[in-house]
């Protein structure tokens, strides 16, 4: 059961970062080289408790589908996603956002703790590729946040 952090600093106060890693348009655009699109749930907006979206996207040349709800919500300093359905046998992410410099940017800590189905093919996926892959996810991710976030 691999856990992927990042922690990575974005020059903006925690309530602003707080709503961008939550926004549904900012996601999709974030995502644009997995071509993801939204295929059911909340088409919009920033997402909250309990609300649920289906994320469809390509991964290693397959179309998938994940349907993450917000299981965990704090604002502006914690949000968590969890899968409802999906690849995953299990998969809950985390979302931590602390200020810095007065508040005047925020270390944001992403935490996805995931459980790759298969048994021990699973496993196995995750040392040969799958862990480093999703790590890269979501370090672009976050790098599109960071730019994002600068140009205001």
Same mark, same amino acid.
């Given at each position: 059961?691999?856990?992927i ?11 602003v ?5 939550r ?5 999709? #655009? ?6 993801e699109?939204?295929v059911?749930?909340i088409?919009g907006?920033?997402l909250?408790?309990d609300?649920?979206?289906?994320w469809?996207?390509t #991964?290693?040349?397959?179309?998938? +589908?994940?349907?993450i709800?917000?299981?965990?919500f704090?604002p502006? +300093? #914690? ?5 409802v ?5 299990r998969m809950? #992410? ?7 410099k007065?508040?005047?940017a925020t270390?944001?800590v ?8 298969l048994?021990w093919?699973?496993k ?5 590729f799958l862990?480093?892959?999703?790590r ?6 976050? +790098? ?5 976030a600068?140009k205001?």
């Open positions: 059961m691999p856990i952090e990042i922690e990575t600093i974005i020059p903006a106060p925690p309530e970062c707080f709503d961008m890693a926004d549904i348009g900012l996601h999709l #655009h974030s995502m644009a080289q997995t071509k699109k939204i059911a749930g088409r907006g920033l909250g408790l609300q649920e979206v289906t469809e996207a #991964h290693f040349f397959i179309r998938q +589908r994940l349907a709800r917000i299981t965990a704090d502006p +300093r #914690h949000f968590r996603d969890s899968q359905e999906g690849p995953f046998r809950d #992410h985390d979302h931590f956002f602390f200020p810095v007065n508040g005047a270390r944001m992403d935490r996805f703790d995931y459980e790759s189905p048994g093919l699973g196995l996926a995750d040392v040969l862990e480093r892959y999703l890269r996810l979501l370090e672009a991710r976050n +790098r599109y946040l960071e730019t994002a600068r205001g």
